[in-house]
């Protein structure tokens, strides 16, 4: 049996204050091999993005704890209402990741905070045999 690896990405979102959130988001949200990226508009408004690579990858955030290597993963609901609080008006955050373990068992995950408040979290899975399932 092999590791699965893979890789995670958010989209681009707008940010009320860019590097409020880079700091906040940093030392509360953990994702191993994180990069996250600010921009400031021609207009004055900030967007963010954050990808990498890792082991076992989840859109499934954690947050950090005493140990970095063994986060606890954040509540649902409570992430979601967490990067809300800055999010720019109307924005949706969206992260999306997907690993295999040679290419027998493929994974995507997708965690998403729409601007009417809603998370959701979407989980596709191959199956363990490594076959497609059967026609009905």
Not at 8 to 19: C, E, I, L, T
Not at 58 to 75: F, K, L, M, Y
Not at 111 to 122: A, E, Q
Request: aromatic share 16%.
């Amino acid at each position: 049996m092999a590791d699965m690896y893979g890789a995670y990405r958010s989209n681009w979102f707008r940010v009320k204050d860019g590097p409020a959130f880079k700091v906040w988001f940093e030392e509360n949200v953990y994702y191993p091999e994180m990069d996250t990226w600010v921009e400031k508009g021609g207009d004055g408004s900030w967007r963010v993005a954050f990808g990498g690579e890792c082991q076992y990858p989840s859109a499934w955030p954690s947050c950090r704890g005493d140990e970095i290597n063994d986060p606890e993963p954040w509540d649902p609901d409570a992430f979601g209402w967490a990067i809300r609080e800055h999010l720019a008006e109307g924005e949706t955050f969206c992260v999306t990741a997907a690993g295999n373990e040679k290419l027998r068992y493929v994974q995507a995950t997708q965690f998403r905070v729409t601007p009417d408040g809603k998370h959701h979290f979407l989980e596709l899975y191959s199956g363990n045999d490594g076959h497609a399932p059967e026609a009905p």
